[in-house]
């Protein structure tokens, strides 16, 4: 028996739905890569999707509910399975040092395959609103997820968040740097010998650290 018109636009809905989420996902991301954050609105995103604005609304509740789609789903931020290598398990048995050494190490390579997450942390550092600080909750959520996970309370001796911190900054600031400008502090960071000499550099640090506890 053919189907009703009804039948076919129930059948067809969920896949436009799905459809126009991820449009408006990627219309976000494309948005902040080439504009920043200054254009970002649901006008413009709409136009950019190619959908009506009153989507947004239904889809996301509005731009901050987008902008959290965004950075949930939209690969904006490395997974926790990404951060621990891939195998949370076989992080999980690893010594306290292997395991702050690899983190860093996925970290970076997380972040140096993001270009458009470099582009979105250069912006933030000239622009703070609801929106920057949307994606920064998503971060700190998910970089405290992991840590909680992992990293125990090291006792007085040492403070694993901070050094976690300064890493993670390091890396953040070296990376979007090397975006623009090759050379920092005679390391070639256009060349991957230069991102192994950072690795090396971290691995250095944490050893050390671990002389602490």
């Given at each position: 028996?053919?189907?009703?018109?009804?039948?076919?636009?129930?059948?067809?809905?969920?896949?436009?739905?799905?459809?126009?989420?991820?449009?408006?996902?990627?219309?976000?991301?494309k948005m902040l890569a080439d504009q920043g954050f200054t254009k970002l609105g649901v006008n413009?995103?709409?136009?950019?999707?190619?959908?009506?604005?009153?989507?947004?609304?239904?889809?996301?509740?509005g731009m901050p509910g987008l902008i959290s789609a965004f950075g949930q789903e939209?690969?904006?931020?490395p997974s926790i399975e990404e951060l621990a290598g891939g195998d949370i398990e076989s992080f999980r048995r690893q010594p306290l040092e292997d395991k702050l050494y690899a983190l860093g190490r996925n970290f970076l390579?997380?972040?140096?395959?993001?270009?458009?997450?470099?582009?979105?942390?250069?912006?933030?550092?000239?622009?703070?609103?609801?929106?920057?600080v949307e994606l920064e909750t998503i971060r700190e959520t998910r970089m405290l997820r992991f840590a909680e996970m992992f990293l125990p309370d090291a006792g007085a001796g040492i403070d694993l968040?901070?050094?976690?911190?300064?890493?993670?900054?390091?890396?953040?600031?070296?990376?979007?740097?090397?975006?623009?400008?090759?050379?920092?502090?005679?390391?070639?960071?256009?060349?991957?010998?230069?991102?192994?000499?950072?690795?090396?550099?971290?691995?250095?640090?944490i050893k050390g650290a671990m002389k602490l506890l």
């Open positions: 028996m053919p189907k009703t018109q009804k039948q076919v636009g129930l059948e067809k809905r969920p896949r436009d739905r799905e459809a126009t989420r991820t449009l408006l996902i990627e219309a976000v991301g413009a995103v709409a136009k950019a999707a190619g959908v009506d604005k009153v989507l947004i609304y239904r889809y996301f509740g939209g690969d904006f931020w390579a997380g972040i140096r395959r993001r270009p458009l997450t470099q582009e979105i942390m250069a912006w933030e550092m000239v622009e703070r609103n609801d929106l920057t968040m901070a050094i976690s911190a300064i890493i993670g900054a390091g890396i953040t600031y070296l990376v979007c740097r090397s975006r623009k400008v090759r050379w920092y502090n005679g390391i070639d960071l256009g060349d991957d010998e230069g991102w192994k000499r950072i690795e090396q550099g971290i691995g250095q640090v």
